[in-house]
Nanobody
């Protein structure tokens, strides 16, 4: 059974770079047909998809966030990561990693990690 776990800093200063890592266990991030995604939910708002990386390593980004986000992976450790640059308090959210199978079918989720952007 695939399990996913996010790790992150908890608190980030405005204008700095947010870095998050998702560790996948019980399965391979190279498995065909899956996209490994980052999603967030700001307080009082809905879910927002940020980025995904395919089983072959191809990235895809939310156009509204593309200019300051990067997604990468390390197949040797079964991890994929997100970097978001120049963060503001509006980036405060619970960040989730999730596995997507097909069109927007997120069928495995991490528990989420709260990231607060504040000075």
């Amino acid at each position: 059974q695939v399990q996913m776990q996010e790790t992150g800093p908890g608190l980030v200063w405005p204008s700095q770079t947010l870095s998050l890592t998702c560790t996948v266990s019980g399965g391979s991030i190279k498995s065909h047909g899956y996209y490994w995604s980052w999603i967030r939910q700001a307080p009082g708002k809905g879910l927002e998809w940020i980025a995904a990386i395919s089983a072959s390593g191809s990235p895809d980004y939310n156009p509204s966030l593309k200019s300051r986000t990067s997604i990468s992976r390390d197949t040797s450790t079964g991890q994929f990561s997100l970097q978001m640059r120049s963060v503001t308090p509006e980036d405060t959210a619970v960040y989730y990693c999730a596995r997507m199978s097909g069109a927007w079918d997120f069928n495995v989720w991490g528990q989420g990690t709260l990231v607060t952007v504040s000075s």
